[in-house]
């Protein structure tokens, strides 16, 4: 689980990257929107694969099994989002179906459709940021959720508001070795994905600091031989 301290001090940096960001143009860095390009055209042809993927693949599938809340947030009524499970976790499949249709939206060329379908998707980041589900596996809270949050994000980046982007960063940087420094100590594959999802992070709010991070660390983990 994240403490309350640990969430407040996330909301506290990314609020000070996401301001620096905008300072240094870093939204506009050609780097980084070579690099958010290159994970969003890579997700879109199949090259890169998702970090999970959703049992629902169909765009009107995922929008029929959604229900609105009050406040007009979006959920699946077969996902019980209070569950603390360590293992198959039932929120991760809100995320990933909120992905598979993030992806058909990039994909769609009907215009009709694709404002239905980002509405959708507008609703369901709603529903997560209110409810923030958490689990007792660390694994979902710091490198699960993050990646496909992030990836979810970095889709849909040029749609979304600076506001929005700031709520979903507070996720995504639970993630991020920029932001979570208490990830340092993790190695090998762990320390990929969480470069994964650091990458992302930087993509999502235009921050160099993390992208750089992500990259040292890939680099540590790989090892030489003749």
């Known amino acids: 689980m994240i403490s309350p301290f640990t969430k407040f001090i996330t909301v506290i940096l990314v609020f000070f990257i996401s301001f620096g960001s905008v300072i240094t143009n870093g939204y506009k860095d050609k780097n980084i929107e070579t690099v958010t390009k290159n994970i969003t055209d890579g997700i879109l042809s199949g090259s890169l694969g998702t970090f999970s993927s959703s049992d629902l693949k169909n765009a009107a599938d995922i929008i029929a099994a959604a229900v609105f809340d009050d406040d007009g947030a979006a959920y699946f009524p077969d996902v019980d989002y209070e569950s603390l499970e360590r293992a198959n976790w039932s929120p991760s499949k809100h995320l990933a179906r909120t992905e598979r249709l993030a992806v058909l939206y990039r994909l769609e060329t009907d215009e009709t459709l694709k404002a239905e379908y980002r509405d959708m998707i507008f609703a369901l980041l709603d529903y997560w940021v209110k409810v923030d589900p958490q689990s007792d596996n660390w694994w979902y809270n710091r490198l699960s959720t993050p990646n496909v949050l992030g990836e979810i994000g970095v889709l849909m980046r040029d749609d979304l508001s600076r506001k929005q982007i700031r709520k979903l960063a507070v996720i995504c940087g639970r993630g991020c070795y920029t932001v979570s420094p208490v990830l340092n100590d993790h190695t090998g594959a ?17 921050s160099r600091a993390a992208i750089k991070k992500a990259a040292k660390v890939v680099s540590g983990e790989l090892n030489y031989s003749s």
Do not use: H, R, V
């Open 190 to 206: 762990n320390a990929i994905d969480l470069s994964m999802s650091s990458i992302k992070f930087g993509a999502l709010t235009g």
